[in-house]
């Protein structure tokens, strides 16, 4: 019986092997070949060693040239020739040891200097001392750390806030905090550099869109939909995410977020602009803040905010609450100079009307990003001398995702007066036209 069977699958396995395709036998062969080649090749093959003297080490040592640990760098690159600051950045700025209107500091609200900020300040120095020499969770939380967030919270009409030490650090630790990988991530194209490290930690899936374009937006949520309805089991445990700024510090304009998305999750802003301070927060609902404690690791890991910096956060605070006219002053400031900005021949204004930051590009580039950086801080430099302070937007250019193109940064605080603003643009026209023409 058993050699009766045996033939019979012999049998059978002839058959299949005439009624196999011919592509299948062609495979069955190749690897079958390879197969072989494997078991009789050798792994390695020795080489022929070759005992050098001592004399010719000691030549191969002297030529050989390591690779240098980062690449060169220009003495000429503005990294390395920064200006110097005397004194607070606040109105009137001592730049390089002359007096200028500054134009460059984000100190929109004009609270840098301001006497009940200083004093609040100092008044926390003298009962906490200067830092906390520890993160929030090993003794770094200070009585001071709770009233601000609670002040934060109640500010932005919140449940809850959380405070962090680094600005840059708030937002790219809070998106990897709750994105992850397989997860998608829907960016605007023009997002800050500290939103696309944040998505970097993150490792999801980014998907970018056309700056401010919501119809770009709504093809990507509909190929994505499609995509959805091709592995519902995957799309199922698929998270998604719509990250957006609410002024774009690269492009000066504003979001339109009614027109992007109905309900909003977290808010991520600094503490160093308006608020006189350093670090940033966020802000939402408290089981959405609450997983940042756990999982934040700017929260996590660094040492939490000095609580003099807190102090002087929250008398901004009172002080915004106290005077909610100031921000229709900065308004109205930053809609005259942006007039009066317009129509410079060789210079076009980037950014919104109301936009406190806004940038000047050139009309025409020359070819050369190079060439137009130099352009645009020779017109810095002379803006200086004239007693105006602006500054170029500075990037990373190769590790920004879009690398937006040379321009000259303006800043308008409440400080600058009408005659100011009149100035600093009758400078900046006057310095164009001897530049550019």
């Given amino acids: 019986m058993a050699t009766a069977a045996e033939q019979w699958v012999l049998v059978e396995m002839v058959q299949a092997l005439y009624e196999a395709p011919a592509y299948h036998l062609i495979l069955e062969g190749i690897l079958i070949l390879w197969i072989i080649r494997?078991?009789?090749?050798?792994?390695?093959?020795?080489?022929?060693?070759?005992?050098?003297?001592?004399k010719e080490k000691e030549e191969l040592i002297e030529e050989w040239q390591p690779e240098p640990l980062v690449p060169p760098v220009s003495k000429d690159h503005p990294a390395l020739n920064y200006n110097i600051i005397s004194g607070p950045p606040n109105h009137n700025i001592v730049v390089n040891g002359k007096e200028c209107i500054n134009f460059a500091s984000f100190n929109f609200l004009g609270l840098l200097d301001n006497p009940r900020v200083k004093a609040a300040a100092l008044a926390s120095l003298k009962k906490y001392g200067?830092?906390?020499?520890?993160?929030?969770?090993?003794?770094?939380?200070?009585?001071?750390?709770?009233?601000?967030?609670?002040?934060?919270?109640?500010?932005?009409?919140?449940?809850?806030?959380?405070?962090?030490?680094?600005?840059?650090?708030?937002?790219?630790?809070?998106?990897?905090?709750?994105?992850?990988?397989?997860?998608?991530?829907?960016?605007?194209?023009?997002a800050c550099f500290a939103i696309q490290k944040g998505l970097q930690a993150s490792r999801s899936d980014i998907k970018l869109f056309k700056h401010n374009d919501v119809v770009d937006l709504e093809r990507l949520l509909k190929e994505q939909e499609i995509e959805d309805q091709k592995n519902p089991r995957k799309a199922r445990v698929t998270r998604r995410f719509i990250v957006v700024e609410g002024l774009y510090m690269?492009?000066?304009?504003?979001?339109?977020?009614?027109?992007?998305?109905?309900?909003?999750?977290?808010?991520?802003?600094n503490m160093e602009n308006s608020l006189a301070s350093i670090g940033g927060f966020?802000?939402?609902?408290?089981?959405?803040?609450?997983?940042?404690r756990l999982s934040g690791q700017g929260y996590c890991f660094s040492a939490s905010l000095p609580p003099l910096l807190a102090a002087a956060a929250i008398e901004a605070l009172n002080i915004m609450e106290e005077n909610p006219d100031i921000f229709a002053v900065l308004k109205k400031k930053c809609q005259q100079i942006h007039k009066a900005l317009q129509g410079i021949s060789g210079l076009k204004v980037v950014g919104e009307s109301f936009s406190p930051a806004?940038?000047?590009?050139?009309?025409?580039?020359?070819?050369?990003?190079?060439?137009?950086?130099?352009?645009?801080?020779?017109?810095?430099?002379?803006?200086?001398?004239?007693?105006?302070?602006?500054?170029?937007?500075?990037?990373?250019?190769?590790?920004?995702?879009?690398?937006?193109?040379?321009s000259i940064r303006v800043v308008v605080t409440v400080e600058q007066t009408e005659e100011e603003l009149e100035r600093a643009a009758s400078t900046i026209k006057a310095v164009a036209q001897a530049v550019l023409l």
């Fill in 358 to 406: 806004f940038h000047l590009h050139l009309e025409e580039s020359t070819g050369s990003r190079e060439k137009d950086v130099k352009i645009l801080q020779e017109m810095v430099n002379q803006c200086m001398d004239k007693g105006i302070a602006l500054t170029q937007a500075r990037y990373l250019e190769k590790e920004e995702k879009c690398l937006p193109p040379p």
């Fill in 250 to 269: 690269n492009t000066g304009s504003i979001c339109p977020l009614p027109e992007l998305i109905d309900d909003i999750d977290l808010i991520s802003a």
């Fill in 282 to 292: 966020c802000c939402g609902r408290s089981f959405v803040i609450d997983h940042q």
């Fill in 130 to 190: 200067v830092g906390t020499c520890g993160p929030r969770g090993f003794y770094g939380t200070f009585d001071v750390h709770l009233d601000l967030e609670e002040r934060l919270a109640k500010f932005m009409k919140t449940e809850e806030a959380i405070i962090y030490s680094y600005g840059f650090s708030t937002i790219a630790s809070a998106i990897p905090a709750y994105s992850k990988r397989g997860d998608i991530v829907f960016v605007d194209r023009a």
């Fill in 38 to 54: 494997l078991l009789f090749s050798k792994t390695y093959k020795l080489q022929e060693r070759s005992d050098l003297t001592i």
